[in-house]
């Protein structure tokens, strides 16, 4: 294999692999290529956002730049393990991520446990390189690999009652010490409207940067959500159930005036106990506007028309 002498190993990042990979990519045509690349438009010409990552010259469609594979993999909240954000990685290390399967069930005509094997053939792997902003008031750039929510749906063909989704992470406190925690209704449990399921920019991801997702950031299976807070993005999903009724998710369990089932990214919102206005951009100096609804406001906005966004918090 050629090798260019002037890069030292020290200088071959996670994201210069991908880069690589994905320019090629590029370059044959490949099958799924287009796909990966129609998701975002990456430009490299826009100079508008801080140049946090030199090196990265993957970008979102506002043209922040991604945040790099060691930010995205060392600061973490998954409570199931820890709830200290930076020892996750560890934490999550060993976790069992096969055999898994996805039970999708409730108000379907077509109820199905898929291997995880099963999902990964079945469905094209796309790029989305999508903003997570979490309620604490941090963010991050994140290249994700997985598909549309709504393709998996289709096979399991909802019924015309169906309104909701819920979402459920695995149960199993010998492995996730953090469930043995009483003060959360474990396990993990999250919702969205089926119009939100639906729409283009929900995805199950399976990687990010061209590797397999890691387990700190939900491995094998996590939803991504990007222009909800970063809790409704749950991770480590084992069962997916279409229903008639709102699911109670853990955070509106644990702390209802605080969380509720909607979740939107809303700067003109505060949390009760702090601000959202503005948010700390893993890997820059000082804080920038929050966006509503992320930034994703004109694709989503439409789903809330007339709804009271401070009443459904
Ligand atoms: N099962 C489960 N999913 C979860 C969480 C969790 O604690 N458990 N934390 C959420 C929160 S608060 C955020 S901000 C994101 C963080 O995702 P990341 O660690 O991949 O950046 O995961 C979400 N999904
Ligand atoms: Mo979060």
Known sequence: MYRDPTIRSSDITPESVYLNRRTFL????????????????????DTRSNQSAPTNTLRDELGDPANTFEQITTYNNFYEFTTNKEDVARRAANFVTKPWTVEVTGMVHQPRIFAIEDILQMFDQEERIYRLRCVEGWSMVIPWQGFPLHKLLAIVEPTAHAQYVRFETLYDPDQMPGQRDRYFPWPYVEGLRLDEAMHD????????????????????????????????????IVKIELTDTMPVSLWMAVAPHEYGFYANVNPDVPHPRWSQATERRIGELGRRKTLPFNGYAEQVAALYAGMDLRQNY
């Open 26 to 45: 590029r370059g044959l045509g490949a099958l799924g290529a287009a796909a990966l690349l129609s998701a975002c438009g990456v430009n490299a010409s």
């Open 201 to 236: 920019l929900t995805i199950l991801s399976t990687g990010l940067y061209g590797r397999t997702l890691l387990p700190q950031n939900g491995a094998p299976l996590r939803l991504v959500v990007p222009w909800k807070y970063g809790f409704k993005s749950i991770k480590s």
